[in-house]
């Protein structure tokens, strides 16, 4: 899995940096635990629990002839208790085999009644197979169904819609996030912006890189603390967050690449010239997608946070964590090998890095002029994911600037629909997986003979699509080790795939859709949808235009022809994307011309990128390079001719898990069609019913009252001062602690 980090503070003084990654991290397992619901209790069972179906039937009678020989001697123990032949020595021995035995036959009658059970399941999934959209009842847990209607509809009421609701799930699922709400947890405590009280040790000017003195670095159980996750991890990227300006800032914030004779402050008025990093291009546009989906406060007249180089917006910083972390494995000049005194020192090996874990792109992100803003200024989870929404606020801004980051940090592909059929579930937590089990997750019937169908697809975790496609071919004729539903193939895998298939002929075994692109990937199209300038007629602080169910997706589609496939054919269809590649580019003004370096850009841009690191607790941690990125496969089955087009996805298709109108009779049809048709002619009486003194209708009575119940909900708002970094006792003006809380501020 790509790996992020967000790092709340590293200086103790600092206040909307922990509240908000911890608000990021509520908000990804609310979404994700939503999301898992219901888990299905269909399909193949021996697979998901890793036995096979023969051991099953083995066991099964083995407990039938069990069951048979206890039934035997019940009988014979019963008979002979009737006729009262025993005597008392014989008769209590056979009291104690009766009780025995009666033991045993209930257990038998136990092991009967799961039989019977088991068979009653095999014979449902037999079932759910022929008819894939049966009825809740039959198809999922129902306390997991009550469970999953109330998340959802909590998602929904605070501006969280399904296709959000799957997003943040999907973060969730295919990457590994790292959150440290406070290295400087001491700091914290103290309200103070050094570890100690007076010790003047400050966290952020405590890493080898830019520094001569290796006695002045990690000399603070901060730095070290972020140093020892270093080691464990290859972060691709991450956020450091900061307090007292306004400012996303990325490489370079070193004294060292500023240019000759630069002054040593800077500011956005009054920017400073430094050199560009390799990865410079790459850096800038993904700042850029932090500011813009943080958004600004409309209703304060606040603007967007401003974008450009640690250098040139806030001010250089030798010893810093963002240049250590995105360069302390191949500037290797100016790092050192650090031997601190203080907290009994610290070994000095652990201060030296391999080629490929410190390659990562931290931003700098400076949240508030204020330090510890106004909680009316924290904002609150109404419209959440809306950057303009009435909720907006530094906590809200900088939970979509995260989610963007870990989102960003690998391109993902996903199908949206199928002949005009929307397809939601793609990734869901904690669903089993194993060989090829994608091929249940989207699953579309259509009849033998189809011509055309249409596919529509979305390409996220990137900034732009250079080309992209559909691949289609039979499940039979793709390569299992390549195409094994769990692993993204390589381009050596996908070369010596290719060059093995027969070439030539008017039905090729794989073939591609018309290649589309360049074109905008997920957050390009989300930058002008967000564009203030299309909201310029709205009220400040409304959400009303922005916040609906779907939110835009950079969709393409293509249309491909099936009339090839006969029925039992199961046919797999691929998205595949290209992205990013402009990010392969540097600027002109790169200190020694490099090219990138962090693993982030060469991960999508170069196939023969290969960093392999082992982690201080002994896992082997890898990034490999490649150019295409495959999408969950969509599985067409092609069935009679004159079966109707059905989806038999893994999971239900809606998210009410409505019974399909297809299982109703003739009279509950028109059932239905009498009452729509009743509800109907309620409205035009409502309509024509209008009062002359006012326009009032009934409808308007309707949204008032649905206003009005909307207003007795009224969102969270954010607090720092309940934030969970906080214990039982917090003063605004400081407190004492005693032993106890000291313990748990260092833990």
């Known amino acids: 899995l790509p790996e992020v980090i967000l790092s709340g503070a590293l200086h103790g003084d600092e206040r909307v940096g922990p509240t908000a990654v911890l608000e990021t991290a509520a908000i990804l397992l609310e979404s994700a635990h939503c999301e898992s619901l219901p888990r299905i209790v269909s399909g193949d069972v021996s697979v998901r629990s890793g036995g096979n179906s023969e051991d099953e039937d083995e066991t099964t009678r083995r407990a039938e002839r069990k069951h048979a020989r206890h039934k035997s001697r019940h009988k014979k123990v019963s008979s002979l208790k009737r006729k009262g032949r025993q005597v008392r020595r014989r008769h209590n021995k056979l009291v104690f085999v009766h009780k025995r035995s009666q033991n045993a036959m209930d257990a038998s009658r136990r092991t009967e009644r799961d039989y019977i059970e088991k068979r009653k399941r095999q014979r449902r999934q037999e079932l759910l197979a022929q008819s894939p959209r049966s009825t809740a009842a039959t198809y999922y847990p129902s306390e997991q169904l009550d469970e999953a209607r109330i998340c959802r509809s909590s998602l929904k009421s605070r501006g969280i819609p399904g296709s959000e609701r799957r997003w943040l799930a999907r973060l969730v699922s295919t990457r590994r996030i790292v959150i440290v709400p406070s290295a400087n947890s001491l700091g914290y405590f103290r309200k103070v912006r050094h570890e100690g009280e007076n010790d003047g040790l400050d966290p952020n000017r405590d890493f080898p890189y830019d520094l001569s003195d290796p006695n002045m670095c990690m000399r603070t159980i901060a730095g070290r603390t972020m140093n020892e996750l270093f080691r464990q991890h290859i972060f691709q990227m991450g956020i450091t967050f900061h307090g007292g300006m306004e400012?996303?800032?990325?490489?370079?914030?070193?004294?060292?690449?500023?240019?000759?004779?630069?002054?040593?402050?800077?500011?956005?008025?009054?920017?400073?010239?430094?050199?560009?990093?390799?990865?410079?291009?790459?850096?800038?546009?993904?700042?850029?997608?932090y500011s813009s989906y943080g958004g600004k406060f409309i209703k304060n007249g606040g603007d967007q946070y401003p974008v450009g180089t640690m250098n040139e917006l806030v001010y250089p910083v030798a010893g810093g964590m963002e240049d250590w972390s995105y360069a302390a494995s191949w500037d290797t000049d100016r790092v050192v090998q650090c031997t601190p005194t203080t907290y009994g020192g610290y070994p000095p090996e652990r201060t030296t890095y391999g080629p490929g874990n410190l390659r990562t792109f931290n931003a700098l992100v400076e949240t508030s002029n204020d330090k510890t803003p106004q909680d009316a200024d924290l904002g609150t989870d109404e419209d959440l994911l809306t950057p303009y929404g009435a909720g907006n606020g530094h906590i809200s801004?900088?939970?979509?600037?995260?989610?963007?980051?870990?989102?960003?940090?690998?391109?993902?592909?996903?199908?949206?629909?199928?002949?005009?059929?929307?397809?939601?579930?793609?990734?869901?937590?904690?669903?089993?997986?194993?060989?090829?089990?994608?091929?249940?997750?989207?699953?579309?019937?259509?009849?033998?003979?189809?011509?055309?169908?249409?596919?529509?697809?979305?390409?996220?975790?990137?900034?732009?699509?250079?080309?992209?496609?559909?691949m289609i071919g039979r499940w039979d004729d793709l390569d299992?080790?390549?195409?094994?539903?769990?692993?993204?193939?390589?381009?050596?895998?996908?070369?010596?795939?290719?060059?093995?298939?027969?070439?030539?002929?008017?039905?090729p075994t794989v073939w591609f859709s018309e290649a589309q692109g360049p074109g905008p990937a997920k957050w390009n199209e989300r930058l002008g949808f967000y564009d203030p300038a299309s909201l310029a007629a709205a009220e400040p602080g409304s959400s009303a235009s922005i916040n609906d169910d779907i939110l835009p997706e950079a969709v393409y589609r293509s249309s491909i022809d099936l009339s090839q496939y006969v029925e039992g054919d199961q046919i797999a269809v691929y998205a595949v994307a290209r992205v990013d590649q402009s990010w392969a580019d540097q600027e002109n003004n790169v200190l020694g011309s490099l090219r990138p370096q962090t693993n982030v850009v060469n991960a999508r841009t170069d196939p023969q990128w290969r960093q392999e690191y082992l982690a201080s607790d002994g896992t082997k941690k890898v990034v490999q390079g490649r150019l295409d990125w495959f999408s969950t496969p969509l599985t067409i089955e092609i069935g009679p001719r004159?079966?109707?087009?059905?989806?038999?996805?893994?999971?239900?298709?809606?998210?009410?898990?409505?019974?399909?109108?297809?299982?109703?009779?003739?009279?509950?049809?028109?059932?239905?069609?009498?009452?729509?048709?009743?509800?109907?002619?309620?409205?035009?009486?409502?309509?024509?019913?209008?009062?002359?003194?006012?326009?009032?209708?009934?409808?308007?009575?309707?949204?008032?009252?649905?206003?009005?119940?909307?207003?007795?909900?009224?969102?969270?708002?954010?607090?720092?001062?309940?934030?969970?970094?906080?214990?039982?006792?917090?003063?605004?003006a400081g407190s004492s602690f005693d032993d106890d809380d000291l313990d748990y501020a260092i833990s």
């Open 480 to 507: 299992g080790t390549v195409f094994d539903g769990m692993t993204q193939p390589t381009k050596q895998q996908l070369d010596d795939y290719f060059a093995s298939l027969p070439q030539g002929g008017d039905n």
């Open 247 to 289: 400012a996303v800032a990325y490489e370079w914030g070193a004294p060292s690449y500023q240019l000759p004779d630069a002054p040593k402050q800077a500011s956005a008025l009054n920017p400073v010239p430094s050199y560009a990093a390799p990865d410079s291009v790459s850096q800038k546009q993904m700042s850029h997608i």
């Open 642 to 732: 004159s079966a109707p087009m059905l989806e038999k996805s893994v999971r239900s298709p809606i998210d009410d898990w409505a019974p399909d109108f297809q299982s109703l009779s003739t009279f509950g049809i028109i059932k239905a069609l009498s009452v729509g048709a009743g509800f109907a002619l309620a409205a035009v009486m409502c309509v024509l019913a209008r009062q002359a003194s006012d326009g009032t209708d009934c409808f308007a009575v309707i949204r008032q009252r649905r206003r009005i119940r909307q207003a007795a909900l009224p969102a969270r708002a954010y607090s720092i001062n309940s934030s969970p970094l906080r214990r039982r006792r917090y003063n605004s």
């Open 397 to 470: 801004r900088n939970v979509r600037l995260s989610l963007a980051l870990i989102d960003l940090v690998e391109p993902y592909v996903q199908i949206l629909d199928a002949a005009g059929r929307e397809l939601r579930d793609d990734v869901v937590p904690l669903s089993p997986r194993w060989y090829r089990s994608s091929m249940k997750t989207k699953v579309l019937t259509i009849p033998e003979g189809t011509g055309n169908t249409t596919i529509g697809w979305t390409v996220g975790g990137s900034v732009s699509v250079d080309s992209t496609a559909l």
